[in-house]
């Protein structure tokens, strides 16, 4: 909006007038509907929060399996093993977190040239990682049916899981900040959650 100020002083007897025109042009903060967000974070972590406390040994031998092989017992990766239920949702967990981070990833690229509604976009990203870990479990058992190494590709899947379990743990709290930071901060956050990912399966060699 334009301010004027209009000076008058009698400086030796001459009148001094001075006009100063400035337009101070409003910069309105642009909205952002954080719902999507917001509720798919309220989702794995409740997840998340439901798997830990319904069976929290499992969460502990997940952990330990992880960091140091040698040191779980047998009897701790029986229970990793046989906890069935604990196994589908860790797994539900992976591939739901994998899904909103590529979302959060991409959201600020794509959200102004899709042609459907943008909170379709997550579940359909959750849905392809889903399809392609399914294509890839059946593609080993089958090779090592085939090949009769069941008991190898067994291991092998086994211990793809459990790296794909920690890594989903570990990159929920980076979609929290993906999910909620400024725009500036995209690029350090993405070279953070890339480096984790990166370290995590060339550490474990998976």
């Known amino acids: 909006f334009p301010v004027t100020i209009m000076c008058s002083s009698n400086f030796n007897g001459n009148k001094i007038k001075i006009k100063i025109m400035e337009d101070y042009q409003a910069n309105p903060k642009v909205f952002k509907d954080k719902t999507i967000a917001f509720y798919a974070l309220y989702f794995l972590s409740l997840l998340l929060g439901i798997i830990r406390y319904t069976d929290p040994k499992y969460f502990r031998d997940l952990w330990g399996m992880f960091w140091g092989l040698a040191k779980v017992n047998r009897d701790s990766k ?34 102004t040239s899709l042609s459907f509604p943008l909170g379709l976009l997550p579940l359909l990203l959750v849905v392809c990682v889903l399809i392609i870990y399914l294509v890839k479990y059946a593609a080993i058992q089958f090779f090592g049916w085939a090949f009769k190494l069941t008991h190898i590709t067994e291991q ?21 900040l993906l999910a909620f930071s400024d725009k500036s901060m995209y690029g350090t956050l993405l070279i953070i959650s890339f480096s984790i990912i990166s370290i995590l399966y060339i550490v474990t060699g998976k």
């Open 78 to 111: 029986e229970h990793l093993h046989g906890a069935a239920v604990s196994n589908l949702l860790m797994n539900i967990f992976f591939v739901c977190t994998l899904g909103v981070f590529l979302f959060f990833t991409i959201e600020h690229r794509v959200s």
């Open 156 to 176: 092998y899947i086994f211990n793809v899981f459990l790296v794909n379990k920690i890594l989903a743990v570990l990159l929920l709290p980076m979609i929290i």
